[in-house]
């Protein structure tokens, strides 16, 4: 029988909790040993598949096995009471995302995981990226220049949920990319949101955030578009760049491309060349999951630690607040 230092249980096992797992279970003496899902159904091709895992409708049997860590793969409202618990029977968590649907329930957990000494971290897979990290040496190493605005744009036809909102699904990972990229948070946030499909469940919205050095970021998430878009452009004042998630050849290309202001001619462009740069290509939730493990066992905090998960959640919070405010002012042209 094979010995491994790492258990992992994972509660959940929709669309996410597989693939999750499968990263898990690849690392090194590590086996994800036991899976929860409240709907039995889910859990009948598992229990084909590799019946090695135990399998339970009961979240708290995973709580009182003998697993190391705890992944938690439902939807969002149920976060933060599966990862309070998890924390309470002394697990490590890995939190989907976004961390929780509220600020106050992100801090508790955050305190909760520093007064159990236990590792707590979120499920912010881009900030694992290879092509999100190269970009983010591009920014820090000056190579854009100073970067005036950023654009992100996360668009599908669905998956449309109906316990939350768009920009709490998908604006998670444009705000994790961004505090990742830029180092620092911004002040100001406004929104723009439309509930086309789902009454008073906004599934297309403009976020601007703007940050206190003048740098401003636009971030457009939408279930409701014909095109799978993944996408992220920085424009700096000596190169733009172009993050490309779809577009697996050339995930990442730089623009030497500009635009400046002289006296005559006022604004003189600048066209040159198209670079793009080798990484390599790692699955990204291999190297989350990888991450997770490391601080498990080293107590090093992963990059996308619960502090970063609460930095996110608070944003959301506010994008929320900014929404609500919309509405309520939004004036009528007659
Ligand atoms: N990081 C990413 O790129 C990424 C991608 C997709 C989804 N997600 C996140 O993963 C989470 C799950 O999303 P999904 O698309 O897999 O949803 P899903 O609806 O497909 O699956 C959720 C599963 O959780 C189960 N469940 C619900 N409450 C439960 C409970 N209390 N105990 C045990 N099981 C319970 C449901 O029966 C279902 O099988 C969400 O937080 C989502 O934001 C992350």
Not at 96 to 120: C, F, M, N, R
Not at 193 to 214: K, M, S, T, Y
Request: glycine share 6%.
């Amino acid at each position: 029988m094979q010995l491994y230092d790492l258990r992992f249980g994972v509660i959940g096992w929709g669309y996410w909790g597989p693939k999750i797992s499968r990263n898990l279970a690849t690392l090194p003496n590590a086996a994800v040993t036991m899976v929860a899902d409240s709907d039995i159904s889910r859990l009948s091709s598992l229990n084909v598949n590799q019946p090695w895992i135990k399998t339970t409708t009961q979240a708290s049997d995973i709580f009182n096995s003998d697993v190391d860590a705890v992944v938690i793969v439902t939807p969002v409202r149920t976060h933060f009471q599966l990862a309070r618990q998890a924390l309470l029977h002394g697990k490590h968590v890995l939190v989907e995302k976004p961390l929780t649907y509220s600020v106050d329930e992100a801090e508790e957990l955050v305190a909760l995981a520093q007064e159990q000494k236990l590792i707590l971290m979120v499920g912010h897979t881009f900030e694992y990226n290879p092509a999100v990290n190269e970009l983010r040496k591009l920014i820090h190493g000056g190579d854009l220049g100073k970067i005036y605005c950023i654009e992100t744009e996360r668009l599908n036809l669905g998956l449309f949920r109906n316990d939350i909102n768009v920009i709490w699904d998908l604006a998670p990972h444009d705000i994790s990319i961004l505090l990742y990229l830029l180092d620092k948070k911004p002040v100001k946030i406004k929104v723009q949101a439309h509930a086309n499909l789902q009454r008073h469940i906004h599934d297309v919205a403009h976020l601007d955030l703007e940050f206190d050095d003048g740098l401003n970021a636009h971030i457009h998430v939408s279930w409701l578009h014909p095109n799978k878009t993944r996408r992220v452009t920085v424009i700096g004042d000596a190169r733009m760049a172009v993050y490309d998630d779809v577009n697996k050849a050339e995930m990442l290309k730089i623009f030497n491309k500009g635009a400046e202001i002289h006296a005559d001619p006022v604004v003189s462009y600048r066209y040159g060349a198209i670079t793009i740069p080798h990484f390599d290509e790692i699955e990204p939730l291999r190297l989350e999951c990888e991450d997770f493990a490391n601080a498990i066992r080293t107590g090093v905090q992963p990059r996308a630690n619960g502090e970063v998960g609460l930095k996110v959640v608070k944003i959301l919070a506010a994008a929320q607040e900014s929404l609500q405010k919309q509405l309520e002012l939004n004036t009528l042209l007659v």
